[in-house]
């Protein structure tokens, strides 16, 4: 198949190496003349992922339309906060080309001010005329790992649950496993939320707190991400699963993981500007932290440890303060607020 992968950083790249090899006929889309010679030339993307060789046969371009017009499959690999301005470009030149594509995303996050999940933005910027299907591919993958064949496993999920077999057949192999969800938002609020409580285990891993400290945020965050997601109707098993559990341990606990390393930058005094500077990279659980403590009170979810890390990303509230907060919350059963709303909507999804 044709496969366009709209942006040419570390992820974006880390795929179209596993489609390459799957015999598909890859081409990015980049915005940087540098990169995108360096990858048809060197065979490298240096700045995204070191000591890599690329695929040869994998090309970049800077010419939107001549990268979506070569597309069956669109890859969409760009930050969250870039995912609106990419879809309606899109959307404007499938039109133009009269074409209908399948379109997969893999951004990791919640808008900034509407607070919705990515698929629901691409779904508001596109038409029937232009997608045939809106998927999600989302799991413990970091891109370095990916890049290096190491086994890897993810899951996808869609709008209409038309589009997902296809996306399974392309992208799995024998180091790239790919499972079918149907559970599309519990999968992207898995996968945007972990980056949270990522931030959070970074900071606590600066601020020299032991595994006991990791443990705990670890299970609580998931605790959170699921009475959140659970409210917007995920399935509750989904945050057990790859998207769930997986990514939250992957990111956690991983020096590869950008969210876990600005959470070291920021215990270890730089600003949040000066670590997302530092970092070069995007830091999805920034914006993220901010959408979702806004949709827990939209939804009346208590959620403590997005609580904090929104305090102290965004007010003026030391690390220390906000995680001594944390400790000293009144006394509750570990099971509040999360038995009726699992209970409930666990039936739902077991319903035949
Ligand atoms: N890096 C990883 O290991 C993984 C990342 N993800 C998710 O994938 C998404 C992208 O992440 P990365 O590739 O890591 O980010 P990155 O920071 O490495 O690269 C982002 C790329 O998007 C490009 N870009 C930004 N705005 C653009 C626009 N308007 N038009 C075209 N290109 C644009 C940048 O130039 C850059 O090439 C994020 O949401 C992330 O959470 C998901 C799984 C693994
Ligand atoms: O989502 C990821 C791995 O599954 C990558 O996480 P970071 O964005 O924190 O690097």
């Known amino acids: 198949m044709n496969i366009s992968i709209l942006g040419t950083g570390s992820f974006g790249t880390s795929l179209s190496m596993v489609l390459d090899d799957n015999g598909h006929s890859v081409m990015m889309y980049g915005r940087s003349n540098e990169t995108v010679d360096e990858i048809n030339t060197n065979h490298t993307n240096s700045r995204y992922l070191e000591n890599i060789k690329i695929n040869p046969s994998v090309k970049a371009s800077t010419d939107f339309e001549e990268v979506v017009r070569h597309a069956d499959i669109i890859v969409i690999a760009v930050p969250v906060k870039a995912v609106r301005a990419v879809s309606r470009e899109l959307e404007k030149i499938l039109l133009l080309q009269n074409r209908k594509v399948l379109i997969v995303h893999v951004a990791k996050g919640l808008e900034l001010g509407t607070h919705l999940r990515v698929s629901e933005i691409i779904n508001e910027e596109m038409s029937d005329q232009t997608a045939s299907d809106i998927c999600v591919l989302s799991g413990p993958s970091h891109a370095e790992e990916v890049a290096l064949k190491s086994p890897t496993t993810v899951s996808t999920a869609s709008i209409k649950n038309e589009g997902v077999k296809t996306i399974q057949d392309v992208f799995m192999n024998e180091n790239f496993r790919v499972y079918v969800n149907e559970d599309l938002v519990g999968v992207e609020i898995g996968g945007a939320l972990k980056n949270i409580i990522a931030l959070a285990i970074g900071t606590l891993h600066g601020l020299g707190?032991?595994?006991?400290?990791?443990?705990?945020?670890?299970?609580?965050?998931?605790?959170?991400?699921?009475?959140?997601?659970?409210k917007m109707g995920a399935n509750p098993l989904t945050f057990l699963g790859l998207t769930g559990m997986g990514d939250l341990i992957v990111t956690a606990t991983s020096e590869h993981s950008r969210n876990f390393r600005c959470g070291i930058m920021l215990a270890?005094?730089?600003?949040?500007?000066?670590?997302?500077?530092?970092?070069?990279?995007v830091v999805e659980g920034v914006n993220t932290t901010k959408a979702a403590y806004e949709l827990s009170d939209q939804y009346g979810v208590e959620m403590p440890i997005t609580k904090v890390l929104y305090q102290y990303l965004f007010h003026d509230i030391s690390e220390q303060e906000a995680f001594s907060k944390l400790m000293q919350r009144e006394k509750k059963s570990e099971t509040d607020g999360l038995k009726d709303l699992l209970e409930n909507q666990l039936k739902d999804w077991t319903r035949e």
């Open 209 to 230: 707190f032991g595994d006991n400290a990791k443990a705990a945020t670890i299970t609580r965050g998931l605790h959170e991400i699921a009475r959140l997601g659970v």
């Open 268 to 281: 270890e005094g730089l600003t949040l500007p000066e670590a997302e500077e530092k970092m070069g990279m």
